[in-house]
């Protein structure tokens, strides 16, 4: 896949669109392939690491075969397996499924501990400027409790998502400090992204984290990028061009992204 021509594409369009050209300062969410998709078992990777972190130093994501777990902070892409490992991965690892951007805090604010992550996403729904805008979510401190999950790479013939999270390796972590990333996303995308919440946990030694499943908060501060722009590249790869990408598949989701 010619992303990043791609990407010098788009970035002439949005010159003539009198619109910033620059992707590290701009306001750009950018996507690799579908949610439905990858719930669809679209697991092959088309992006490198490397294209990925040019077009952003924070988000979330998967690997090639659906390998573990992706977190980007700081530039740094982590990868956290079945064994709840987060390793640093190279530039030549691949992705069937991210979000990454270049992350400038445009709201900070602390919150109050206790909160649980239902009270968390509602506590945030107040504070953002509208429903119809992603937004970008940091959130650093402790946390009294931290729920998370990892999956195990799949081979082929590559079953769905939900089949997949029946053998999860749940992680659960106690009084433990780290960080949150991750992306709301309002809900005229379904079936392109998450809607609402897709947010992923690294701890503060980098060592461990995982896809969030549920959490309690401790001494925490929220960061968050609001983000009006949207760019997203496809994977030009049979199984994409064959998925059944016209399924409501707003159950499936549901039932693979979070307990809480």
Same mark, same amino acid.
């Given at each position: 896949? %010619?992303?990043?021509?791609?990407?010098?594409?788009?970035?002439?369009?949005?010159?003539?669109?009198?619109?910033?050209?620059?992707f590290? *300062?701009?306001?750009?969410?950018?996507?690799?392939?579908?949610?439905?998709?990858?719930?669809?078992?679209?697991?092959?990777?088309?992006?490198?690491?490397?294209?990925?972190?040019?077009?952003?130093?924070?988000?979330?994501?998967?690997?090639?075969?659906?390998?573990?777990?992706?977190?980007?902070?700081?530039?740094r892409?982590?990868?956290?397996?079945?064994?709840?490992?987060?390793?640093?991965?190279?530039?030549?690892?691949?992705?069937?499924?991210?979000?990454?951007?270049?992350?400038?805090?445009?709201?900070?604010?602390?919150?109050?501990?206790?909160?649980?992550?239902?009270?968390f996403?509602?506590?945030?729904?107040?504070l953002?400027?509208?429903?119809?805008?992603?937004?970008?979510?940091?959130?650093?401190?402790?946390?009294?409790?931290?729920?998370?999950?990892?999956?195990?790479?799949?081979?082929?013939?590559?079953?769905?998502?939900?089949?997949?999270?029946?053998?999860?390796?749940?992680?659960?972590?106690?009084?433990?400090?780290?960080?949150?990333?991750?992306?709301?996303?309002?809900?005229?995308? %379904?079936?392109l *992204?998450?809607?609402?919440?897709?947010?992923?946990?690294?701890?503060?030694?980098?060592?461990?984290?995982?896809?969030?499943?549920?959490?309690?908060?401790?001494?925490?501060?929220?960061?968050?990028?609001?983000?009006?722009?949207?760019?997203?590249?496809?994977? *030009?790869?049979?199984?994409?061009?064959?998925? *059944?990408?016209? %399924?409501?598949?707003?159950?499936?989701?549901?039932?693979?992204?979070?307990?809480?």
């Open positions: 896949m %010619k992303i990043l021509r791609i990407v010098f594409l788009n970035l002439i369009i949005l010159t003539l669109c009198a619109c910033q050209s620059d590290s *300062n701009s306001d750009v969410l950018s996507q690799v392939s579908t949610i439905d998709a990858l719930l669809d078992g679209v697991y092959d990777g088309t992006v490198t690491c490397g294209e990925l972190r040019q077009l952003g130093d924070f988000g979330i994501g998967t690997f090639d075969a659906l390998e573990g777990e992706m977190i980007i902070l700081d530039s892409i982590y990868q956290v397996k079945t064994d709840g490992t987060a390793y640093l991965v190279d530039d030549n690892e691949k992705t069937p499924f991210a979000s990454v951007t270049f992350f400038k805090t445009d709201k900070k604010i602390k919150l109050p501990p206790g909160l649980t992550y239902k009270q996403e509602k506590m945030v729904d107040l953002i400027g509208s429903d119809n805008l992603f937004y970008a979510v940091k959130v650093t401190g402790n946390f009294k409790s931290m729920k998370t999950r990892s999956v195990p790479k799949q081979k082929k013939p590559y079953p769905q998502l939900k089949d997949v999270v029946k053998h999860q390796k749940i992680f659960n972590f106690k009084n433990i400090s780290g960080t949150i990333v991750g992306f709301r996303s309002p809900q005229y995308v %379904k079936g *992204n998450v809607t609402g919440y897709h947010l992923h946990f690294l701890t503060e030694d980098h060592k461990a984290g995982g896809h969030i499943l549920d959490f309690t908060t401790g001494d925490i501060t929220l960061e968050l990028d609001t983000k009006s722009d949207f760019f997203m590249t496809l994977p *030009n790869i049979k199984s994409f061009r064959k998925s *059944n990408l016209t %399924k409501d598949r707003s159950k499936e989701l549901k039932s693979v992204e979070k307990i809480h």
